[in-house]
Structure formats: structure tokens, C-alpha cells
Nanobody, 121 residues
Framework: QAQLVESGGGLVQPGGSLRLSCVVSKFTLDYYAVGWFRQAPGEERGGLLC????????SYADDVKGRFTISRDKARNTVYLQMNSLKSEDTAVYYCARGRTLTCDNQWHYWGQGTQVTVSS
């Protein structure tokens, strides 16, 4: 069964940056897209970005455009979420998930356990 483990969350001041990592195992990034999501307290989980097996990224959230980017390192089995210019409203638990296929078709089969990001002064 596919496994995904997020890390890199923590407390950061407004305007700061964080890079989250999603280390995957029991599947290869050659065959599946991976996406990043977040869930703030009292809200539903929402999609942020996805990266396909051809390194094509898809954005699902207008409020992170220009601030968040997704990338991957196949040699390290890792997908990254670089977050810049962080705002208090970015506070949430961040998750990564494996897609159904090679492309970002917005269907997700396996999820990580999440990592908390808190943006506060």
C-alpha cells in the first residue's frame, strides 16, 4: 500500500517561508501524480497544487498562486511544497496525496498524516 509522510511544518512569522516535504514509498513518482492539500480549523480540506509525472503543475487554489510552488525529486522519492510570503490565513494542516494516474485528474487514493503549519507573530 502506498505511503506518504509529510514533514517540514512548524511555526513561522507572517511573510516568512517554509518548505514542506512529502516522502513517498511503495510506489514510484514515475507513474503517479502527487498533490498538496490543506485543512484549516473548521474548514474542509482543499487542494493546493499537483505535479504530474511529466513535472507539469496544476493549481487548485487562487490564493496561493505566486506564493506556493510544487516540485519533486525522483531520486529522493520526495515532493516539495515551497511556501513563500506566508500569511496568517495559511495556518492549517498540510497533506500530500497520491493521485490515481500519471496526470493531475483530481482523484486521490492515498494520503499522508499531515503536518501542521502555523503562521503567527
Amino acid at each position: 500500500q502506498a505511503q506518504l509522510v509529510e514533514s517540514g511544518g512548524g511555526l513561522v512569522q507572517p511573510g516568512g517561508s517554509l518548505r514542506l516535504s512529502c516522502v513517498v514509498s511503495k510506489f514510484t513518482l514515475d507513474y503517479y501524480a502527487v498533490g498538496w492539500f490543506r485543512q484549516a480549523p473548521g474548514e474542509e480540506r482543499g487542494g493546493l497544487l499537483c505535479i504530474s509525472t511529466r513535472d507539469v503543475s496544476t493549481s487548485y487554489a487562487d490564493d496561493v498562486k505566486g506564493r506556493f510552488t510544487i516540485s519533486r525529486d525522483k531520486a529522493r522519492n520526495t515532493v516539495y511544497l515551497q511556501m513563500n510570503s506566508l500569511k496568517s490565513e495559511d495556518t492549517a494542516v498540510y497533506y500530500c496525496a497520491r493521485g490515481r494516474t500519471l496526470t493531475c485528474d483530481n482523484q486521490w487514493h492515498y494520503w499522508g498524516q499531515g503536518t501542521q503549519v502555523t503562521v503567527s507573530s
